[in-house]
């Protein structure tokens, strides 16, 4: 057995060998890892939606990692001062939720409170402004089934009301069972909404006549936030694309703006479709107005810090290590917490940066964590655009999105997504790849943007032509959701991904030339 034993130990060598030539900062650890995400991503901080509060205490940790780690703080102010906070400013609107529809009924108003009678399920288009109603029937088009509710029936700009379910004629469903079987039950309604935005309507409104839907309107949530915050680079899109919006209303709304209509459906509620015509309601229109409070900018923060360089000429050039740190909110009352998308992330940016600290490069080190990625990668296409560092200076990103978890197709293997545009991809897997070396004990997966289901801050990068790519865990199971916890997060292997991301970026930093990564050396 001493051959094995021999064989085992030449064995046990080789495989080390790779492992030990490479110098590992022993300063990132899974331990400080599951601290930084513990604290992050707990409840306690409510999935910090930027902005929030919680938002704001999470942007002062990450500040306070990276004092104690000894960056320098990287944003110049006013006073010639330097901080570690970029504000990113945001427009927030304040609403007044008591909102009511003003109906005009030939002539005569009557007036629908917002909850009390209709709800907001969907949408930001909220203003109208004496809007026809077109009453639509079922709002089915299946003309394949000889059945179109929309033939002859211009909706454009108007509000589309529609009944829930689907036509039968004698209690036998006129359409063939399967298509039937996609317009009723609870979900029926939303194989309607598809008419709604291919017609250009301004809003469509939904009506369980007879309570097939099986939710009290009274349990239905209405999705109106009195709150709302747009990055100010956007507003004029948000204005511009306001989302056509979905409600949903009592039968008695439908009742009183189809009051003494030959084709009203409450006509003859045994026989819908006696007398059934969608047809625009003549001398019926609908007033709303939402009433702003308030409107002010307010800024949320990117929080930035600085390694910067040994070398006289090379310090002003810069490679940047960036993660969102910003996540969504509550889910159905729930906090999403956020543990792998992104406190994983902000952890491993506190990490790889406390470690650089330690043994600065030639070049300047640029670590971010972002706010509001989650709306739009809004923090990092602020700091690319804000001219705060010259961007033909910036020779790099490496970005981190979700580095603590596995997609479902390789819980096996543990394979972590490596993700850039196309044109950088096969360069960056050789330099990547080499780099790596044996420092994951899982498989790399090199992938394209295209391809990925995932987008993120490298793409801010990317569009100014720096190169880039992100680490990304994938699509799994607990994604935006309450179940993304800190007791899920493999910690191994985003200690594992940090080392592979201080190893790239320390290479970056000290090489004599960065690649454009353009073409395959
Ligand atoms: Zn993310």
Not at 59 to 76: K, M, N, W
Not at 183 to 194: D, H, Q, S
Not at 456 to 463: A, E, G, L, P, V
């Amino acid at each position: 057995m001493i051959i094995k034993k021999t064989s085992f130990l030449f064995a046990a060598l080789v495989f080390l060998l790779p492992i030990c030539t490479q110098a590992q900062p022993e300063t990132i650890s899974a331990d400080e890892l599951k601290g930084h995400i513990h604290f992050l991503a707990s409840d306690f901080m409510n999935g910090r939606v930027g902005p929030s509060e919680e938002y704001e205490i999470a942007a002062r940790y990450v500040a306070s990692q990276f004092a104690a780690a000894g960056l320098e703080p990287a944003i110049g102010k006013n006073d010639s001062t330097k901080s570690f906070f970029q504000g990113v400013p945001f427009a927030k609107t304040e609403y007044n939720d008591k909102l009511n529809w003003n109906i005009l009924i030939n002539g005569e108003s009557m007036s629908f409170g917002h909850k009390e009678d209709f709800k907001i399920m969907y949408g930001s288009k909220l203003n109208h402004d004496r809007t026809e109603i077109a009453w639509a029937g079922y709002g089915i088009e299946e003309p394949d089934h000889g059945w179109n509710d929309f033939e002859g029936l211009d909706v454009s700009g108007k509000v589309i009301v529609c009944i829930n379910g689907a036509p039968e004629k004698n209690g036998t469903p006129v359409l063939p069972e399967d298509v039937h079987k996609k317009y009723t039950g609870p979900n029926g309604f939303r194989a309607k909404f598809g008419n709604l935005f291919s017609k250009g309507a301004e809003a469509l409104v939904m009506v369980d006549i007879n309570g097939s839907m099986g939710i009290p309107f009274e349990m239905i949530p209405s999705e109106f936030r009195t709150e709302k915050y747009v990055y100010q680079d956007n507003r004029d899109r948000e204005r511009s694309s306001r989302i056509p919006s979905i409600y949903y209303v009592k039968p008695s709304f439908l009742e009183a703006i189809m009051k003494g209509h030959p084709g009203s459906p409450f006509r003859y509620s045994d026989n819908i479709l006696k007398n059934y015509k969608p047809q625009i309601l003549e001398g019926v229109y609908l007033n709303s107005k939402v009433e702003v409070l308030n409107e002010e900018i307010i800024y949320t923060k990117n929080v930035v810090g600085l390694v910067e360089g040994t070398d006289p000429e090379l310090k002003n050039e810069y490679i940047t290590v960036g993660a969102h740190l910003d996540h969504v909110k509550k889910l159905n009352g729930q906090v999403c917490n956020g543990a792998d998308d992104n406190a994983s992330g902000s952890a491993g940016v506190i990490e790889i940066a406390e470690a650089l600290a330690l043994k600065p490069c030639k070049r300047s080190v640029i670590f971010i964590t972002y706010t509001g990625e989650e709306m739009g990668l809004c923090g990092s296409r602020y700091f690319v655009g804000s001219g705060e560092y010259p961007i033909e200076n910036i020779r790099f990103n490496l970005n981190m999105d979700m580095i603590g978890r596995s997609d479902n197709k390789n819980k096996e293997s543990r394979a972590h997504y490596v993700v850039t545009n196309k044109k950088y991809l096969a360069a960056l897997e050789t330099f990547i790849g080499e780099l790596n070396n044996g420092i994951t004990d899982f498989p790399l997966i090199f992938d394209d943007d295209e391809h990925s289901p995932g987008g993120s801050d490298h793409q801010s990068f990317i569009s100014r032509e720096i190169p880039a790519f992100f680490f990304f865990s994938g699509v799994h199971e607990d994604l935006h959701k309450p179940g993304d916890d800190p007791e899920k997060i493999d910690y191994a292997k985003a200690e594992s991904i940090c080392k592979l991301g201080y190893t790239i970026t320390e290479k970056l930093a000290n090489m004599d030339e960065v690649p454009d990564f353009l073409k395959e050396d």
